[in-house]
């Protein structure tokens, strides 16, 4: 079992930036590849962003690229997503989750543990 717990979360104006954190505990951090995902209101959970287990690979979903990077501290057991740019749009609960698989999937069954969310709320 791998506990997930995410911090950093908040209201930020349109353009601000914001760092989330995800601490993991329970297993070996680094047998698991680590995603972001988020959900608005009345929408469905989507991929955000995602790393290997050792950091050398990292999956972006278009709407973040250039505005949002991945990183992990497999010392620390945690991993952090840096929101610059923020836009209204990215208004969401934001979910850390871990997966075992050896190839990162951007759908949510492809991971097997999440956190219970951090609310990020931008406004314009």
């Known amino acids: 079992q791998v506990q997930l717990v995410e911090s950093g979360g908040g209201l930020v104006q349109a353009g601000g930036s914001l760092r989330l954190s995800c601490a993991a505990s329970?297993?070996?951090?680094?047998?698991?590849?680590m995603g972001w995902f988020r959900q608005a209101p009345g929408k469905e959970r989507e991929f955000v962003i995602a790393?290997?287990?050792?950091?050398?690979?990292?999956y972006y979903a278009d709407s973040v690229k250039g505005r949002f990077t991945i990183s992990r501290d497999n010392a620390k057991n945690t991993v952090y997503l840096q929101m610059n740019s923020l836009k209204p749009e990215d208004t969401a609960v934001y979910y850390c989750?871990?997966?075992?698989?050896?190839?990162?999937?951007?759908?949510?069954?492809?991971?097997?543990?999440w956190g219970q969310g951090t609310q990020v709320t931008v406004s314009s």
């Open positions: 989750a871990a997966s075992s698989r050896t190839i990162l999937v951007r759908s949510p069954p492809g991971y097997d543990y």
């Open positions: 329970g297993h070996t951090f680094s047998n698991y590849g």
């Open positions: 790393i290997s287990k050792s950091g050398g690979r990292t």
